[in-house]
């Protein structure tokens, strides 16, 4: 069974980085992790995800040339490095997971807030 745990989260200034970090653990040789994101009063938002069989990393337009998506060799832990923050990237951020043969993220961490303050 896939289970994740985000941690990293917090009150960072306008034009500053942040790394989000995502235990992870079951079998995941099959399985995409990603990240998404949810603002106060909007839909949840696909930010980017990782290949977990052949490491390719997918991004959001709206993040692409900010965000960086990688584990480490352990294979223990997903990051999302983000940087040149802006307000609009204040959300909570979820880490998830998905089956190459599903459609949609059907495990889900609890969330970690990010705020990004001007």
């Known amino acids: 069974q896939v289970q994740l745990e985000e941690s990293g989260g917090g009150l960072v200034q306008a034009g500053g980085s942040l790394r989000l970090s995502c235990a992870v653990s079951?079998?995941?040789?099959?399985?995409?992790i990603g990240w998404f994101r949810q603002a106060p009063e909007m839909e949840r938002e696909f930010v980017a995800a990782?290949?977990?069989?052949?490491?390719?990393?997918y991004y959001a337009d709206s993040v692409k040339d900010r965000a960086t998506i990688s584990r480490d060799n352990a294979e223990t832990m997903v990051y999302l490095q983000m940087d040149n923050l802006k307000s609009a990237d204040t959300a909570v951020y979820y880490c998830?997971?998905?089956?190459?043969?599903?459609?949609?993220?059907?495990?889900w961490g609890q969330g970690t807030q990010v705020t990004v303050s001007s």
């Open positions: 998830a997971a998905r089956h190459e043969r599903l459609g949609r993220y059907t495990v």
């Open positions: 079951g079998p995941l040789s099959r399985y995409f």
């Open positions: 990782l290949s977990w069989s052949d490491g390719n990393t």
